[in-house]
């Protein structure tokens, strides 16, 4: 599986901006797929995940600002980015796992950096 991010970028606290990472290859009928991120000097969180069966989970410091959905017909998935924070800042990794477990991943898309500052 091979996994391609996008849509990282400079937004200001307050704003918006949408992650894509779209998956291809052989994507499993039972996966999940979820975002990281890495921020400097700190170590990689998970962010949010969806399962293909629909089950979603949220990391306590995005829960109500962000929404993770996904496209099945072009095995991409999003993350809708919203009211951003400086401490949003990180770098957000993609993932790629082949159960329903969130916290278990076996592949991992190569990055998109995302700035929140004024």
């Known amino acids: 599986v091979q996994l391609q991010a996008s849509g990282g970028g400079l937004v200001r606290p307050g704003g918006s901006l949408t992650l894509s990472c779209a998956a291809s290859g052989t994507i499993l009928t039972i996966h999940t797929m979820g975002w990281y991120r890495q921020a400097p000097g700190k170590e990689r969180e998970l962010v949010a995940a969806?399962?293909?069966?629909?089950?979603?989970k949220y990391a306590g410091s995005v829960k109500g600002r962000f929404a993770i959905s996904r496209d099945n017909a072009k095995s991409t998935v999003f993350l809708q980015m919203n009211s951003l924070k400086p401490e949003d800042t990180a770098v957000y990794y993609c993932?790629?796992?082949?159960?329903?477990?969130?916290?278990?991943?076996?592949?991992w898309g190569q990055g998109t950096l995302v700035t929140v500052s004024s």
């Open positions: 969806i399962t293909s069966g629909g089950m979603t």
């Open positions: 993932a790629y796992g082949n159960t329903w477990s969130v916290t278990s991943y076996d592949y």
